[in-house]
């Protein structure tokens, strides 16, 4: 491809012919039609354009970049107190930048893998009202410190991960989740336990379930157990001997609707441990697997499928 330098331009008229002209036009992807005049003045316009164009666009660049290492590392000078990431435990020397998020607190840097921190800000993050008008804020505590981000931290890192696509950087915004591998675990395991209570079940029934039906679910564990099974203090208390007048405090707190989805999963793991296990009989037992799937029947087509005796008896 034949180059046009800038000091060329006006002399283009001069210095080629009509098929030079064409093959010019033929390399920048211009028309090739019309006179010798005509085609020297489409280059010559084309020509300048890009030049200025490439000029206006490398300053730009120069400006985004800037942008860019401000918003990774916005205090240079500050002393860096960790030199692994709190999550996946990898070193930073070898990192490259696009992949870690300083944040300053106090004069101090704490560096973040980008992906473990949107991690954190995934599984730890509830919105908090801030008016009558049901805006929210984000909250979401530095595992250091303890202390709660600020909203400028999440828009950090959002502008972070957009610049890094833009420049075409390959960060990454996922890992692995070691402690998602555990939860399924222990739900295997708590169905598990159920299934040696008599009943036949899957523990891909509460796997499944959003954010939404395991908020629908925990409620209705406690609509049946305080109204539906018409449970004396007796009943329940030998059902969970331990923990019966405890038992619903987190999910009847005002805080517990705006828990993360792995959280409430937690939390009714923890539940269902306690109804099908904490009692030493066999019988009281498998009360507390009946109040579990009766509840899970109501959020899962499938467990209602399954068990539809179960399903019957809360409609």
């Known amino acids: 491809m034949t180059t046009v330098q800038p000091y060329e331009y006006n002399k283009i008229n001069n210095k080629y012919k009509l098929t030079e ?13 019309g006179t010798k005049q005509v085609l020297i003045e489409r280059l010559i316009k084309h020509l300048k354009y890009t030049h200025y164009i490439s000029i206006i666009q490398k300053y730009v660049r120069r400006f985004l970049v800037k942008i860019y290492i401000r918003n990774a590392k916005p205090d240079i000078n ?37 992906a473990s921190l949107l991690e954190l800000y995934k599984s730890t993050t509830c919105k908090t009202p801030v008016n009558d008008n049901s805006d929210y804020k984000v909250v979401c505590k530095n595992p250091f410190t303890n202390s709660v981000f600020t909203n400028e931290i999440y828009e950090r890192l959002k502008r972070h991960i957009r610049l890094s696509n833009q420049f075409g950087f390959p960060v990454e915004i996922t890992i692995d989740n070691p402690q998602i591998d555990k939860i399924e675990n222990t739900i295997a395991n708590l169905f598990i336990q159920i299934d040696r209570l008599g009943f036949y079940t899957q523990a891909d029934w509460f796997i499944s379930l959003d954010r939404r039906k395991l908020f ?33 405090r987190i999910i009847n707190s005002y805080g517990y609707r705006h828990y993360s989805e792995n959280r409430l999963r937690e939390e009714l793991c923890f539940i269902i441990k306690k109804l099908i296990s904490e009692s030493n009989e066999k019988e009281q037992n498998y009360i507390g697997a009946t109040i579990v799937l009766m509840a899970l029947t109501l959020v899962s087509q499938p467990a209602a499928s399954a068990l539809p005796w179960l399903y019957q008896s809360v409609l």
């Open 21 to 33: 002209l064409k093959q010019l036009c033929r390399d920048y992807k211009l028309r090739v039609s």
């Open 78 to 114: 500050a002393r860096l107190v960790n030199d692994v990431d709190f999550y996946t435990m990898d070193g930073f020397e070898k990192m490259p930048i696009w992949q870690y998020i300083d944040v300053v607190e106090n004069g101090f840097i704490y560096r973040f893998n980008v």
């Open 216 to 248: 629908i679910m925990s409620k209705n564990i406690v609509d049946i157990w305080e109204y539906r099974m018409n449970f004396t203090h007796e009943q329940k208390a030998k059902i969970c001997p331990r923990s019966w007048r405890t038992l619903f």
